[in-house]
């Protein structure tokens, strides 16, 4: 699906400037006018410091403006240019279609040899957080770089058709559908996380019930039945310390796991989506993640901290639990 739009004179002239000059961290860029344009460019914050640069960046992100973003990334004595689409979930109906239909027109006008990856991002964390950067090396490096930029593009292009037809199902029907990726464009139920007034996933008893009898120091699975399109229970362990955490998680297959961290009144949920997870896994646990939040309030959990995770490693995972726990009794 195309817009119909094209890249500027002035976005090819600030592109080729972005190029050459390896001051210039990220070059943002908007459509204007049935045109790509290009906004003020954004340099390193010290030469070559990438990630604590990251920050910038949220200077021109906003909740409901989708913006792409092409970006350096320094590595070994050279750098590559990445385009990252942002388009945030409650961004106006129009302006998903036209921003998930033009990024591979922006991509091949300028040259898609030029850039070594595209992401699609709906969060501004996925942008300016460092760890989910180090999620998408981590995956890179566990496979083979072929079998990576593969498996990327196709995710890539599965999203931004996905983000167009919902967007077109948002505007025939003029209610919003299920949040595409983190975040949500539902209004609060009673004041709580953001979810449909009802569930539209149905949902196991045995699931409903894991989660409403919850105590400190239990993991509660749940997995989405895709014949079904129904939640499911994957399994309930008590007892469970943050170091063990990791064995109880599918490393191929998405998974919700809520788990009441020991000792404390803290409830964290952990939204696990593996690289080896297949598009169509990919897209439903994506969408759905709000569903499965607003299944655990129902059944009288207050959830304390989401954390997203796309490499199932105990390290990672034990280090994020912790943090959030941290963070959780710090603010109270």
């Known amino acids: 699906m195309q817009s119909g739009i094209s890249v500027s004179s002035e976005l090819h002239d600030a ?94 006008e300028l040259g898609s040899e030029k850039f070594a990856s595209t992401i699609f991002a709906t969060e501004e964390d996925e942008i300016v957080g460092e760890d989910a950067w180090r999620e998408r090396d981590a995956e890179k490096n566990g496979s083979s770089k072929a079998r990576f930029q593969r498996e990327e593009l196709m995710g890539e292009k599965e999203r931004a058709l996905e983000a167009v037809r919902r967007a077109e199902e948002e505007a025939r029907s003029g209610t919003p559908g299920r949040d595409i990726g983190i975040g949500g464009s539902f209004a609060r139920k009673n004041g709580g996380i953001g979810a449909p007034s009802s569930m539209a996933m149905p949902v196991d008893e045995e699931a409903k019930n894991a989660l409403g009898s919850m105590q400190p120091g239990d993991l509660v699975q749940l997995a989405i039945d895709i014949p079904r399109e129904t939640f499911v229970l994957v399994g309930v362990e008590n007892g469970t310390v943050p170091n063990v955490v990791q064995s109880h998680i599918s490393s191929s297959s998405p998974r919700y796991t809520f788990y009441h961290y020991p000792d404390t009144d803290v409830v964290i949920f952990v939204y696990t989506c593996p690289s080896a997870s297949s598009i169509r896994e990919r897209m439903l646990y994506a969408s759905s993640r709000m569903y499965a939040l607003q299944l655990a309030e129902e059944q009288g959990l207050k959830i304390s901290k989401k954390v997203r995770i796309h490499v199932v490693s105990r390290c990672l995972i034990g280090a994020r639990l912790t943090m959030s726990v941290d963070r959780s009794i710090f603010v109270r």
Do not use: H, M, W
């Open 15 to 108: 592109f080729s400037n972005f190029a050459s000059d390896s001051s210039i961290f990220c070059l943002p860029v908007n459509i204007t006018a049935e045109s790509l344009t290009p906004l003020s460019p954004i340099r390193f914050s010290s030469p070559d410091a990438f990630y604590p640069s990251l920050s910038q960046l949220s200077s021109v992100l906003q909740p409901k403006t989708p913006i792409y973003l092409l970006l350096r990334r320094p590595e070994s004595g050279s750098s590559s240019l990445i385009a990252l689409t942002y388009i945030p979930s409650n961004a106006p109906v129009r302006a998903k279609t036209l921003f998930a239909s033009t990024r591979a027109t922006l991509v091949r």
